[in-house]
C-alpha cells in the first residue's frame, strides 16, 4: 500500500480499532491474572477456528481470559457469538463464551488449562466433578488439496469424571449469525437440515458477490453441523430462548425458527446438544464442524480484460457443501492423527533450533495458511479443471490487497517447508497474468488486485510502485521454489518475464531511486541498503535460473553484473567507522535489519562476502532493546518476520537465539488481545496496528536453511 493511504487511512482506521479492541476487552471480558497451566504460553489470541480468510475465528487472551470470559472474536475483534454449556446431574456450567440468560441458574466452568500447537488449542475446563476437555482443531494439511481447501474446523467435547464416580453429562454449542456478515443490521435467513448429519445453515438474503463489510465477506454460508445419534438434539431462535431450553432441560426442542430477520433482532442462534449418558471414563468425543463457503470464490483476471469465476479446489471431490461437510466429520479421527503427526514433525524440527523459536513457530502455522485459499477453474462444459490451481492470499490487516508480491515473500518460508507446490501456485497467478501482456510495467506487479477476492488485476498499472522489491522477490521465490522440486517448469514458462524483471533490477539496485520497500509504513528512501541487496540477489538468481534452462550467455553474463554490484556495494553500503552497514549510502550513523541477506543464505548464491555477515551478527548484538533489535534507525519499532529472516543469517548462536527469543517474548506478553502481530514495538513489547498477517508463515525461514 502507499505510504500516503496507509498513513491517511489505514493505520487511523485500524489504530482506533486496535484501541476499541483493547478498550472493549478491558472493560467487557473477564481478565486477570493467569490461574491455569499454559503450554507453551499464553498468546494474545488463541485460535480457534482459522482456515481461510472469512473462517479467522480467536479467543482474545491478553494477559489472562479464560475460553468461558470471553466471547470469540473474527480477526478484527468483532464478536463472532460461539456459546457453550455442560450440564453435569442437573447443574449447568458455562465453558465457551460469555452468554447470558436473565433468571437461568448457570455457573461458570472454572479453565483448568490451554494448551496450543500447531493444529489445534485444548482447554480443559473444570466443571464440578467433571473436566471438559474442548479441542479446537484447524487442519493443516499441505500435501492434500482437497483437505486444505475445505473451508471448515473441528470442535470436540470430551467430558471425564474428576471424583471417580459417575455423572450424567449433556453438551450444548451454538452459533450466532455474526460469522455471516460484518453488519448485524442486516437481514438473514437459514435452514437446518436433518439425516445422518444435522445441519445448520445461515446466510445473509441479499448477498453481493465478492463484497465485503469490515472484511467480513457479504456472500455465502455459515454452517454448523454434527453427526446425528439417538442423544442429539437442535433447534434455532432467539439467543436466551434457546439457550434456555438446554439450561431448563439438558436437550434442545428439534424446532426451528422461520422469522427470518436481523442478525440482531432478537440474536437468532443455531444451537446443537447431545446427551453423554453416565460417564466416569473419558467419553467418546462429540464433535462439531464449523465453517463459511461461498462459491463462487475468487474473481480472476485473464487475457483480453476478461474476468474468470474460480471455486474452492474441494468441489472437485465433493459436488456440494453437505458432501464435503458429510466427509469432513467422518473424517475427524484421520484428520486428529495428521495434525498429531505434523504438530510432531514441527516442534522437532524447531526445538532443534530452541525451544522459544518451537513456541513461535507452533502459534505461526494457523495464521499463515488462515490467509490462503485454494481454487479451480470450470472446463468449457461446467466441471471442475482440477489441473487449473492457483492459490490466493489475502494480506490481512494492512491493505487486503490479492497476492501481495511483498506480503507472499515473507510468508515463503512456510511453503518451502510444508509444499513447495503451494507456493508455485501463489505465483501462477502471478505469473499468468503479466504473461497476457495487460501490464503495462516493465518491473513486477505489486499485487493481483486491490481488494480481496477481487484479483481483476491493475491494467492501469498504477499498483502500489515497489518495482526492485517485488522484481527481486518473484525472482527470489521462482528460483527458491526450482531448487526445492527441480522443477523447471515454472522458469521455462515465465522466462521472458523473469528476464524483463531482472533488466529492470539492473538499471535500479545497485543505487536504487527514491522509493518504497516492503516496509512501506517506515516512508520512501534513495540509495537503500537492504533494499539493494534484494536486487543484486534477484539478478544472480536469473543467472542461476538461466544456467537452469541452458541459456549459458545470460547465465555469465548477469553472475558478472551482480558480482560487479556486490563489490561497489560494498563501498556503499559500509559505515566509514567499518562495524555496520548502513540504512542508506551515506549516512553513516544509519542502519536496520539487513535481512534481504537472507535470499542469499536460502538461494545458497553466496555472493556477499562473509565478511558483512559476520559484521552484522556483531552489530544487532550492541543495538538490541528490551524486545528485539528496531527494524531500522528511523524508529523503534522492529517486524517479528524480519527479525526472524534475521535469525537465519546471522553467524553465531548468540546473535540468533536473541532475535528468536525476543519475538518469543513479544508473543506472550499479555499487552495485546490480537492474532499474532508483526509489527511493534522494540522498547516494552506493544504492538503495531497488524495482526493475524499470514507473513507469520515467515517465522520459519531457519526450517528452510
Same mark, same amino acid.
Given at each position: 500500500?502507499?505510504?500516503?493511504?496507509?498513513d491517511?487511512?489505514i493505520?487511523?482506521a485500524?489504530?482506533l480499532?486496535f484501541?476499541?479492541f483493547?478498550?472493549v476487552?478491558n472493560?467487557s471480558f473477564?481478565?486477570?491474572?493467569?490461574t491455569w497451566?499454559?503450554?507453551?504460553f499464553?498468546?494474545?489470541?488463541?485460535?480457534l477456528?482459522?482456515?481461510?480468510p472469512?473462517?479467522?475465528?480467536?479467543l482474545?487472551?491478553?494477559?489472562?481470559t479464560?475460553?468461558?470470559?470471553?466471547?470469540?472474536?473474527?480477526w478484527?475483534?468483532?464478536?463472532?457469538?460461539?456459546?457453550?454449556?455442560v450440564?453435569?446431574d442437573?447443574?449447568?456450567?458455562?465453558?465457551?463464551?460469555?452468554?447470558?440468560?436473565?433468571?437461568?441458574?448457570?455457573t461458570?466452568a472454572t479453565?483448568?488449562s490451554?494448551?496450543f500447537t500447531?493444529?489445534q488449542s485444548?482447554?480443559?475446563?473444570?466443571?464440578?466433578?467433571?473436566?471438559?476437555?474442548?479441542?479446537?482443531l484447524?487442519?493443516?494439511e499441505?500435501?492434500?488439496?482437497?483437505?486444505?481447501?475445505?473451508?471448515f474446523?473441528?470442535?470436540?467435547?470430551?467430558?471425564?469424571?474428576?471424583?471417580?464416580?459417575?455423572?450424567s453429562?449433556q453438551?450444548?454449542?451454538d452459533?450466532?449469525?455474526e460469522?455471516?456478515?460484518?453488519?448485524?443490521?442486516?437481514?438473514a435467513?437459514?435452514?437446518?437440515?436433518v439425516?445422518?448429519?444435522?445441519?445448520h445453515?445461515?446466510?445473509?438474503?441479499d448477498?453481493?458477490?465478492?463484497?465485503?463489510?469490515s472484511?467480513h465477506?457479504?456472500?455465502?454460508?455459515?454452517?454448523?453441523?454434527i453427526?446425528k445419534?439417538?442423544?442429539?438434539?437442535?433447534?434455532t431462535?432467539?439467543d436466551?430462548?434457546?439457550?434456555?431450553q438446554?439450561?431448563n432441560?439438558g436437550?434442545?426442542?428439534?424446532?426451528?425458527?422461520?422469522?427470518?430477520?436481523?442478525?440482531?433482532?432478537?440474536?437468532?442462534?443455531?444451537?446443537l446438544?447431545?446427551?453423554?449418558?453416565?460417564v466416569n471414563q473419558?467419553s467418546t468425543?462429540?464433535?462439531?464442524?464449523v465453517?463459511?463457503f461461498?462459491?463462487?470464490a475468487?474473481?480472476?483476471i485473464?487475457?483480453?480484460?476478461?474476468?474468470?469465476q474460480r471455486?474452492?479446489?474441494?468441489?472437485?471431490?465433493?459436488?456440494t457443501?453437505?458432501?464435503?461437510?458429510?466427509f469432513f466429520?467422518s473424517?475427524?479421527?484421520?484428520?486428529?492423527?495428521?495434525?498429531?503427526?505434523?504438530d510432531?514433525k514441527?516442534a522437532?524440527?524447531?526445538?532443534?533450533i530452541s525451544?522459544?523459536?518451537?513456541?513461535?513457530?507452533?502459534?505461526?502455522?494457523r495464521?499463515a495458511?488462515g490467509?490462503?485459499?485454494i481454487?479451480?477453474s470450470?472446463?468449457p462444459?461446467?466441471s471442475f479443471?482440477?489441473?487449473?490451481?492457483l492459490?490466493f492470499?489475502?494480506e490481512?490487516?494492512?491493505?487486503?490487497?490479492?497476492?501481495t508480491v511483498?506480503?507472499?515473500?515473507?510468508?515463503w518460508?512456510i511453503f518451502l517447508?510444508?509444499?513447495a507446490?503451494?507456493?508455485?501456485f501463489?505465483?501462477?497467478?502471478?505469473f499468468?497474468?503479466?504473461a497476457?501482456g495487460q501490464y503495462?510495467?516493465?518491473?513486477?506487479?505489486?499485487d493481483?488486485?486491490?481488494?480481496?477476492p477481487?484479483?481483476v488485476?491493475?491494467?492501469?498499472?498504477?499498483?502500489?510502485k515497489?518495482?526492485?522489491?517485488?522484481s527481486?522477490?518473484?525472482?527470489i521465490?521462482?528460483?527458491?521454489y526450482?531448487?526445492?522440486?527441480?522443477?523447471?517448469?515454472?522458469?521455462?514458462?515465465?522466462?521472458?518475464?523473469?528476464?524483463?524483471? @531482472?533488466?529492470? +533490477?539492473? $538499471? %535500479?539496485s545497485?543505487?536504487?531511486?527514491?522509493? #518504497? !520497500?516492503?516496509?512501506?509504513?517506515?516512508?520512501?528512501?534513495?540509495?537503500?541498503?537492504?533494499?539493494?541487496i534484494k536486487?543484486?540477489?534477484?539478478?544472480?538468481?536469473?543467472?542461476?535460473i538461466?544456467?537452469?534452462?541452458?541459456?549459458?550467455a545470460?547465465?555469465?553474463?548477469?553472475?558478472?553484473?551482480?558480482?560487479s554490484?556486490v563489490?561497489q556495494?560494498?563501498?556503499?553500503?559500509t559505515?566509514?567507522s567499518?562495524d555496520?552497514?548502513?540504512l542508506s549510502?551515506g549516512n553513516?550513523?544509519?542502519?536496520?535489519l539487513s535481512?534481504?541477506?537472507?535470499?542469499?543464505?536460502?538461494?545458497?548464491t553466496?555472493?556477499f562476502?562473509?565478511?558483512?555477515y559476520?559484521?552484522?551478527?556483531a552489530?544487532?548484538?550492541?543495538?538490541?532493546?528490551?524486545?528485539?533489535?528496531?527494524?531500522?534507525?528511523?524508529h523503534?519499532?522492529?517486524k517479528t518476520?524480519?527479525?526472524l529472516? @534475521?535469525?537465519g +543469517?546471522? $553467524? %553465531?548462536?548468540?546473535?540468533?537465539?536473541l532475535l #528468536? !527469543?525476543?519475538?518469543?517474548?513479544f508473543?506472550?506478553?499479555g499487552?495485546?488481545?490480537?492474532p499474532?502481530?508483526d509489527?511493534?514495538?522494540?522498547?516494552?513489547?506493544?504492538?503495531?496496528?497488524?495482526?493475524?498477517r499470514?507473513?507469520a508463515g515467515g517465522?520459519l525461514?531457519?526450517?528452510?536453511?
Amino acid at each position: 500500500m502507499s505510504p500516503y493511504f496507509q498513513d491517511t487511512y489505514i493505520r487511523p482506521a485500524l489504530g482506533l480499532l486496535f484501541a476499541l479492541f483493547l478498550t472493549v476487552a478491558n472493560s467487557s471480558f473477564a481478565r486477570g491474572a493467569v490461574t491455569w497451566s499454559a503450554t507453551p504460553f499464553n498468546p494474545a489470541a488463541v485460535p480457534l477456528a482459522v482456515r481461510t480468510p472469512y473462517l479467522s475465528t480467536w479467543l482474545p487472551q491478553g494477559a489472562g481470559t479464560a475460553l468461558n470470559g470471553n466471547w470469540s472474536s473474527f480477526w478484527t475483534g468483532t464478536t463472532l457469538g460461539w456459546a457453550g454449556y455442560v450440564r453435569v446431574d442437573g447443574t449447568v456450567y458455562n465453558f465457551l463464551g460469555a452468554p447470558t440468560v436473565s433468571g437461568a441458574d448457570t455457573t461458570k466452568a472454572t479453565q483448568k488449562s490451554l494448551e496450543f500447537t500447531a493444529t489445534q488449542s485444548t482447554f480443559v475446563m473444570t466443571a464440578g466433578p467433571v473436566d471438559l476437555t474442548v479441542l479446537f482443531l484447524s487442519p493443516v494439511e499441505p500435501n492434500d488439496l482437497v483437505r486444505q481447501s475445505l473451508p471448515f474446523s473441528y470442535l470436540s467435547l470430551a467430558a471425564a469424571s474428576n471424583d471417580g464416580k459417575s455423572h450424567s453429562v449433556q453438551v450444548y454449542t451454538d452459533i450466532t449469525g455474526e460469522w455471516i456478515t460484518g453488519n448485524n443490521s442486516l437481514t438473514a435467513n437459514w435452514t437446518t437440515s436433518v439425516g445422518n448429519i444435522i445441519t445448520h445453515q445461515v446466510q445473509l438474503v441479499d448477498q453481493t458477490p465478492y463484497s465485503e463489510i469490515s472484511d467480513h465477506i457479504q456472500q455465502g454460508s455459515a454452517f454448523y453441523s454434527i453427526a446425528k445419534s439417538s442423544g442429539t438434539t437442535y433447534q434455532t431462535g432467539e439467543d436466551t430462548v434457546v439457550r434456555g431450553q438446554f439450561i431448563n432441560s439438558g436437550s434442545l426442542g428439534n424446532t426451528q425458527d422461520t422469522n427470518f430477520r436481523a442478525v440482531s433482532d432478537k440474536w437468532p442462534v443455531f444451537a446443537l446438544a447431545e446427551d453423554l449418558g453416565e460417564v466416569n471414563q473419558a467419553s467418546t468425543p462429540v464433535v462439531f464442524s464449523v465453517g463459511h463457503f461461498r462459491d463462487p470464490a475468487v474473481e480472476y483476471i485473464v487475457a483480453n480484460n476478461q474476468t474468470q469465476q474460480r471455486s474452492a479446489y474441494f468441489l472437485t471431490a465433493y459436488s456440494t457443501p453437505a458432501d464435503a461437510i458429510s466427509f469432513f466429520l467422518s473424517d475427524y479421527n484421520a484428520a486428529l492423527s495428521s495434525a498429531d503427526a505434523f504438530d510432531f514433525k514441527l516442534a522437532s524440527d524447531a526445538k532443534a533450533i530452541s525451544s522459544d523459536y518451537a513456541d513461535v513457530v507452533a502459534l505461526s502455522i494457523r495464521q499463515a495458511f488462515g490467509a490462503t485459499e485454494i481454487t479451480v477453474s470450470k472446463n468449457p462444459d461446467g466441471s471442475f479443471n482440477s489441473s487449473d490451481v492457483l492459490v490466493f492470499m489475502k494480506e490481512i490487516s494492512s491493505d487486503g490487497n490479492v497476492n501481495t508480491v511483498d506480503v507472499i515473500f515473507p510468508s515463503w518460508p512456510i511453503f518451502l517447508y510444508a509444499n513447495a507446490k503451494l507456493g508455485r501456485f501463489l505465483l501462477e497467478g502471478l505469473f499468468q497474468y503479466q504473461a497476457t501482456g495487460q501490464y503495462p510495467n516493465k518491473y513486477s506487479a505489486h499485487d493481483l488486485g486491490a481488494a480481496y477476492p477481487k484479483a481483476v488485476g491493475h491494467n492501469d498499472g498504477n499498483d502500489e510502485k515497489m518495482p526492485v522489491e517485488e522484481s527481486g522477490n518473484m525472482l527470489i521465490m521462482s528460483l527458491s521454489y526450482t531448487q526445492a522440486t527441480n522443477d523447471t517448469s515454472m522458469i521455462s514458462t515465465y522466462f521472458d518475464l523473469l528476464d524483463q524483471w @531482472t533488466q529492470y +533490477l539492473i $538499471t %535500479d539496485s545497485l543505487i536504487p531511486e527514491n522509493q #518504497i !520497500s516492503t516496509d512501506d509504513f517506515a516512508g520512501s528512501l534513495a540509495n537503500q541498503t537492504n533494499l539493494a541487496i534484494k536486487g543484486i540477489i534477484g539478478i544472480k538468481a536469473m543467472s542461476v535460473i538461466s544456467g537452469l534452462v541452458g541459456d549459458t550467455a545470460r547465465e555469465s553474463n548477469y553472475s558478472s553484473i551482480a558480482s560487479s554490484y556486490v563489490t561497489q556495494w560494498q563501498k556503499y553500503a559500509t559505515a566509514s567507522s567499518g562495524d555496520h552497514l548502513t540504512l542508506s549510502y551515506g549516512n553513516d550513523s544509519s542502519w536496520g535489519l539487513s535481512y534481504n541477506l537472507y535470499a542469499d543464505k536460502l538461494l545458497q548464491t553466496n555472493i556477499f562476502p562473509q565478511s558483512v555477515y559476520d559484521m552484522q551478527t556483531a552489530w544487532y548484538k550492541t543495538v538490541a532493546n528490551s524486545f528485539g533489535v528496531p527494524l531500522d534507525t528511523r524508529h523503534t519499532y522492529t517486524k517479528t518476520d524480519w527479525q526472524l529472516f @534475521t535469525a537465519g +543469517l546471522v $553467524t %553465531d548462536t548468540t546473535s540468533r537465539d536473541l532475535l #528468536i !527469543s525476543s519475538v518469543r517474548k513479544f508473543a506472550a506478553d499479555g499487552l495485546s488481545y490480537a492474532p499474532f502481530a508483526d509489527w511493534y514495538e522494540t522498547t516494552d513489547g506493544t504492538p503495531e496496528v497488524f495482526r493475524a498477517r499470514p507473513v507469520a508463515g515467515g517465522h520459519l525461514a531457519l526450517l528452510v536453511l
